[in-house]
């Protein structure tokens, strides 16, 4: 693995992508967000265009101009991290290198679309890291797939894409506790250079002990108490780390307990509007409003958890 890439061990939170009431990308909107993630100590990094930013459903050039105003937004505080999400090895290269051009400093490599249905060829997801590096030379971030998709790595996999040139850490969301569990030591040992970061939105407390950090949605929404669940990890304080995880857990349930993973992308943009960053919750189809209700429960948790508007 090469030495390349920064500091991800702490809090790098995956915002939304604001839109205006008409659906248009809003990029004040985006100045105020990014501006307010970058101020809060523990911040590392944005990681902007994946699911929680709606990414994929954004237009090429908004999703460069969605780079700029995010790297605009944080000026030299923090890097910004591009979702790298299009299926073909070719077209996702250039996708990185448009990526650079836009001013991201690392990549994060989503599994081609194909592999969740079919699964993947052996040797394939390393063919398509090398040439995204070779094209463009943007540090990547391995991303894990929950273990129910047939785009999950094998551990193999994972080894060998840490290893390859331009990868320097790893979004672990393989949602399998007892792969978890066997797995993580494993990669720690053999590629102890690796940043590993947990991306278990719903399932914090259980992986907070094991990981440098979390590339987390969630971390758009609660960034201050999440910084504090990290630390705690890495103290192995696991009475805060509890503490903080119950504060947490009605806002948890209101946003990824829902029926569908996808809603809390939803769910995310009123959480934002109850802390007073977005004025609504506007978002692109194939998402669709939440039930009636939800804006005032998501509320009524952000505020039991003691997260009001910012200041």
Same mark, same amino acid.
């Given at each position: 693995?090469? /030495?390349?890439?920064?500091?991800?061990?702490?809090?790098?939170?995956?915002?939304?992508?604001?839109?205006?009431?008409?659906?248009?990308?809003?990029?004040?909107?985006?100045?105020?967000?990014?501006?307010?993630?970058?101020?809060?100590?523990?911040?590392?990094? $944005?990681?902007?265009?994946?699911?929680?930013?709606?990414?994929?459903?954004?237009? #090429?050039?908004?999703?460069?101009?969605?780079?700029?105003?995010?790297?605009?937004?944080?000026?030299?505080?923090?890097?910004?991290?591009?979702?790298?999400?299009?299926?073909?090895?070719?077209?996702?290269?250039?996708?990185? #290198?448009?990526?650079?051009?836009?001013?991201?400093?690392?990549?994060?490599?989503?599994?081609?679309?194909?592999?969740?249905?079919?699964?993947?060829?052996?040797?394939?997801? /390393?063919?398509?890291?090398?040439?995204?590096?070779?094209?463009?030379?943007?540090? &990547?971030?391995?991303?894990?797939?929950?273990?129910?998709?047939?785009?999950?790595?094998?551990?193999?996999?994972?080894?060998?894409?840490?290893? /390859?040139?331009?990868?320097?850490?790893?979004?672990?969301?393989?949602?399998?506790?007892?792969?978890?569990?066997?797995?993580?030591?494993?990669?720690?040992?053999?590629?102890?250079?690796?940043?590993?970061?947990?991306?278990?939105?719903?399932?914090?407390?259980?992986?907070?002990?094991?990981?440098?950090?979390?590339?987390?949605?969630?971390?758009?929404?609660?960034?201050?108490?999440?910084?504090? &669940?990290?630390?705690?990890?890495?103290?192995?304080?696991?009475?805060?780390?509890?503490? $903080?995880?119950?504060?947490?857990?009605?806002?948890?349930?209101?946003?990824?307990?829902?029926?569908?993973?996808?809603?809390?992308?939803?769910?995310?943009?009123?959480?934002?509007?109850?802390?007073?960053?977005?004025?609504?919750?506007?978002?692109?189809?194939?998402?669709?409003?939440?039930?009636? @209700?939800?804006?005032?429960?998501?509320?009524?948790?952000?505020?039991?958890?003691?997260? @009001?508007?910012?200041?």
């Amino acid at each position: 693995m090469s /030495q390349i890439g920064f500091d991800m061990r702490g809090l790098n939170p995956a915002p939304v992508t604001p839109f205006t009431p008409d659906g248009a990308v809003d990029y004040a909107a985006i100045q105020r967000l990014g501006r307010w993630l970058a101020s809060v100590p523990g911040v590392k990094s $944005l990681t902007v265009l994946g699911h929680a930013g709606e990414g994929t459903f954004l237009e #090429r050039d908004e999703q460069m101009r969605v780079i700029e105003a995010f790297r605009e937004a944080v000026g030299d505080a923090i890097p910004i991290v591009a979702g790298i999400t299009l299926e073909g090895t070719q077209v996702a290269a250039e996708e990185a #290198r448009r990526a650079v051009k836009a001013g991201a400093k690392a990549g994060l490599i989503y599994p081609s679309h194909g592999w969740l249905r079919f699964g993947y060829q052996k040797g394939a997801p /390393q063919d398509k890291y090398k040439a995204i590096w070779e094209a463009s030379g943007l540090p &990547m971030i391995l991303f894990q797939y929950p273990d129910a998709t047939k785009c999950t790595y094998d551990l193999e996999t994972q080894l060998d894409i840490a290893a /390859q040139p331009g990868v320097f850490a790893m979004k672990n969301g393989v949602r399998n506790m007892k792969r978890w569990d066997r797995e993580i030591p494993v990669i720690r040992t053999e590629r102890p250079d690796l940043q590993i970061l947990t991306c278990h939105d719903e399932y914090l407390l259980h992986t907070m002990f094991d990981v440098d950090g979390a590339l987390v949605g969630y971390g758009c929404i609660a960034p201050e108490l999440l910084v504090q &669940m990290i630390e705690a990890g890495k103290a192995k304080d696991y009475a805060k780390a509890r503490a $903080l995880h119950d504060r947490l857990l009605p806002v948890t349930a209101n946003v990824y307990h829902r029926g569908s993973h996808m809603e809390g992308t939803v769910a995310l943009k009123w959480a934002l509007v109850a802390r007073g960053i977005l004025d609504h919750a506007t978002v692109r189809s194939p998402l669709l409003p939440l039930a009636a @209700g939800a804006e005032d429960e998501i509320a009524a948790a952000m505020a039991s958890a003691g997260l @009001g508007k910012v200041v």
